[in-house]
């Protein structure tokens, strides 16, 4: 069975630090992985995947994330923050086969100070 | 592009009462996803559809939930009879096929069941 974990709740960063959301995944075969954000009121808006290719993979607004095999993470960076960058993030995988859902994590929610 | 349409955005019902959740998805989608949102359990799968046919309802919590897709066109997630444990923020969600093809979400349908 395929699996997600993001082992924080809260990321805290001040603006124009780098930020970093963890990521691991579990799934049998190769995965499909990405990254979602989620404004208040609103539904979950696509932020980058990784399909396969180059293990780092860059998305809307600055975000970027790096696959990483061996460890099972895809963790999702920016290298400079901005308040506006608040929002709850979620990792997502599913399997590389057709017809597979999409699983994801449970949030982390990412406060950017000014 | 409208992008996926839920409706009702919100809906207060008393226990007991029916509930019937509206979608449309992007055009040309051939995946249709529900998803229910809580503070305690995140984002759960309740059911998926591939050309209006349902592929994996095993996430549906009880026989009290149905779904059911029509047409290519609406979806509808029906709760009968509901209970105050319903109250969630459910999400329809839609992709195409294809290799890594992404989620569009809708912006949900926030049920409040006294």
């Known amino acids: 069975a395929q699996s997600v974990a993001q082992p924080e709740d809260q990321v805290n960063v001040a603006e124009g630090n780098p930020l970093t959301v963890k990521c691991t995944y579990s799934?049998?075969?190769?995965?499909?992985l990405f990254w979602y954000v989620q404004y208040p009121n609103r539904g979950l808006q696509f932020l980058l995947k990784?399909?396969?290719?180059?293990?780092l993979v860059k998305g809307s607004y600055g975000f970027e994330a790096e696959f990483n095999k061996s460890q099972t993470s895809f963790h999702l960076k920016k290298p400079s923050a901005l308040v506006s960058d608040s929002a709850l993030y979620f990792c997502?995988?599913?399997?590389?086969?057709?017809?597979?859902?999409?699983?994801f994590g449970k949030g982390t929610t990412l406060s950017v100070s000014s | 592009d409208a992008g996926v349409i839920q409706s009702p955005r919100h809906e207060v019902t008393e226990m007991g009462q029916e509930v019937t959740l509206r979608c449309k998805p992007i055009?040309?989608?051939?995946?249709l996803f529900w998803y229910r949102q809580t503070m305690m359990r995140g984002l759960e799968l309740l059911i998926y559809?591939?050309?209006?046919?349902?592929?994996?309802d095993s996430g549906m919590p009880e026989d009290r939930f149905s779904a059911k897709m029509p047409n290519a066109s609406f979806s509808t997630l029906k709760i009968q009879p509901s209970e105050p444990r319903d109250s969630a923020v459910y999400f329809c969600?839609?992709?195409?096929?294809?290799?890594?093809?992404?989620?569009?979400f809708g912006n949900g349908t926030r049920l409040t069941v006294t």
């Open positions: 969600a839609s992709r195409l096929t294809g290799q890594g093809a992404a989620l569009h």
């Open positions: 799934v049998s075969g190769n995965p499909y």
């Open positions: 990784y399909i396969t290719g180059d293990n």
């Open positions: 997502a995988v599913r399997e590389n086969q057709a017809g597979t859902a999409l699983i």
């Open positions: 055009s040309g989608h051939d995946y």
């Open positions: 559809f591939n050309n209006n046919v349902p592929i994996d």
